[in-house]
């Protein structure tokens, strides 16, 4: 399995309920604290939620309250659970998903890291690197 930010945010969720079939896991810049992410550029609480039915984000996405619980319980499922089996490819300049929270996410579960020196978001312009990141990891 790949994910890439929110993806690799669903994907660690699906792997605390059924890691059994799943052999080996790969993530690019990882949600790990997606809700955190969420609150802190948003302003969302459960505060707003009581005096609003929604959260209007982009493009008509919006974010419910029943969501938002959700959203708060896999961060919580996430930084609770031994992880294994995963390989991270991680930007230090992210500004979305802070290089320091994967780092000790990644120490935590003893996780293999590979870091981007000069790397946003989502690693754009960087396709040789993680077509490499991914070989290396489907060999192994």
Do not use: Q, R, W
Not at 39 to 67: A, Q, R, V
Not at 104 to 109: A, I, L, Q, T
């Amino acid at each position: 399995m790949f994910g890439c930010s929110f993806g690799g945010f669903v994907i660690l969720n699906k792997l605390i309920h059924n890691d059994t079939n799943i052999e080996k896991t790969m993530s690019m810049c990882p949600a790990i604290n997606f809700c955190e992410i969420m609150e802190h550029k948003s302003g969302m609480s459960l505060d707003y939620f009581n005096t609003n039915t929604f959260m209007p984000l982009y493009n008509n996405i919006k974010i419910y309250k029943d969501t938002y619980l959700e959203l708060k319980k896999g961060n919580a499922n996430i930084k609770h659970y031994k992880f294994h089996n995963i390989s991270i490819i991680h930007e230090i300049l992210d500004k979305t998903v802070l290089y320091k929270d994967i780092s000790n996410f990644c120490k935590k579960n003893n996780l293999p890291l590979t870091t981007i020196e000069n790397g946003k978001h989502e690693l754009c312009d960087y396709d040789y690197k993680i077509i490499s990141f991914l070989l290396k990891n489907v060999n192994d």
